[in-house]
Nanobody
């Protein structure tokens, strides 16, 4: 079992940047994969970015080229860097962790990102 605590959301103007943090209660190198989903009002939860225990990353087309998922093993924390933010990036962002390839997702509490002028 793993507990996840997110931080870093907020209000940002279009074109701005944010860094979201997800701190895990265990070593992130013992986790099969971690990443971020987001959910906008009235929409389904969307996978944004993932990073595996090996460090392999994947991104949704909607954020590819203007986002990066990184990690700090010393802090057991995964980060989502969002750049060139658009109003359509407005959503609650959820960190997840999965211990095994076919295991269940563990979730953070979510952090609100609002992109508006």
């Amino acid at each position: 079992q793993v507990q996840l605590v997110e931080s870093g959301g907020g209000l940002v103007q279009p074109g701005g940047s944010l860094r979201l943090s997800c701190a895990a209660s265990i070593s992130i190198f013992s986790i099969n994969d971690m990443g971020w989903y987001r959910q906008a009002p009235g929409k389904q939860r969307e996978l944004v970015a993932t990073i595996t225990g090996w460090g392999t990353t994947t991104y949704a087309d909607s954020v590819s080229g203007r986002s990066a998922i990184t990690r700090d093993g010393a802090k057991d924390t995964v980060y989502l860097h969002l750049n060139s933010l658009k109003p359509e990036d407005t959503a609650v962002y959820y960190c997840y962790a999965r211990m095994t390839p076919d295991g269940r997702n563990y979730w953070g509490q979510g952090t609100q990102v609002t992109v508006s002028s």
